[in-house]
T-cell receptor, first 114, second 114 residues
Framework: NAGVTQTPKFRVLKTGQSMTLLCAQDMNHEYMYWYRQDPGMGLRLIHYSVGEGTTAKGEVPDGYNVSRLKKQNFLLGLESAAPSQTSVYFC?????????????FGPGTRLTVL | AQSVAQPEDQVNVAEGNPLTVKCTYSVSGNPYLFWYVQYPNRGLQFLLKYITGDNLVKGSYGFEAEFNKSQTSFHLKKPSALVSDSALYFCAVRDRGGYNKLIFGAGTRLAVHP
């Protein structure tokens, strides 16, 4: 049981380049989330999904797009990277059961945009 | 507006001494509260949660947290700190918008000195 995995672990981009971050979970969770972590700001929600084929905006969605074509995968895309998107990105998942469960986090992707 | 505050950027404690990491929240109704820990270069790990019931919640690694409704606080505690407890700690409250979304505090860095 791998839990939540993220690829890649590290990436360096130049301004204007694009990339996709992949998140996968093997816990059959309905809910998935993408966060960014910046020093002194905690975790901020970028986008989330409540099921296959659905996505919704979080607190800081600008400059990002997401897709959830399969229940176990949640992709985060940067179409034209900017230095302000330098951050550590975390994916998380949560179960619908009980409606009040905790989130399970992946190990993170450290992204630097030059 | 819903929010979580962690008033201390850093807490320093000697090994063997008790530790407290503070958290206050602002949310209408009954809150669902969580503590997570992040070790260097790792994702967040769930420590404990308060949903309802006993105000003293016990969690992983000997940690506990006390829910105080009148003071809108949920402080994390441990009777005897270990050097290995040194990490970044996040308090979170469940977003009343549903889908197990969480609102995180900015984090508190705990440093336990030998």
């Amino acid at each position: 049981n791998a839990g939540v995995t993220q690829t890649p672990k590290f990436r360096v981009l130049k301004t204007g380049q694009s990339m996709t971050l992949l998140c996968a979970q093997d816990m059959n969770h309905e809910y998935m989330y993408w966060y960014r972590q910046d020093p002194g700001m905690g975790l901020r929600l970028i986008h989330y999904s409540v099921g296959e084929g659905t996505t919704a905006k979080g607190e800081v969605p600008d400059g990002y797009n997401v897709s959830r074509l399969k229940k176990q995968n949640f992709l985060l895309g940067l179409e034209s990277a900017a230095p302000s998107q330098t951050s550590v990105y975390f994916c998380a998942s949560s179960s619908l059961a009980g409606g009040r469960g905790e989130q399970f986090f992946g190990p993170g992707t450290r992204l630097t945009v030059l | 507006a819903q929010s979580v505050a962690q008033p201390e950027d850093q807490v320093n404690v000697a090994e063997g001494n008790p530790l407290t990491v503070k958290c206050t929240y602002s949310v209408s109704g009954n809150p669902y509260l969580f503590w997570y820990v992040q070790y260097p270069n790792r994702g967040l790990q769930f420590l404990l949660k308060y949903i309802t019931g006993d105000n003293l919640v016990k969690g992983s690694y000997g940690f506990e947290a006390e829910f105080n409704k009148s003071q809108t606080s949920f402080h994390l505690k441990k009777p005897s700190a270990l050097v290995s407890d040194s990490a970044l700690y996040f308090c979170a409250v469940r977003d009343r918008g549903g889908y197990n979304k969480l609102i995180f505090g900015a984090g508190t860095r705990l440093a336990v000195h030998p």
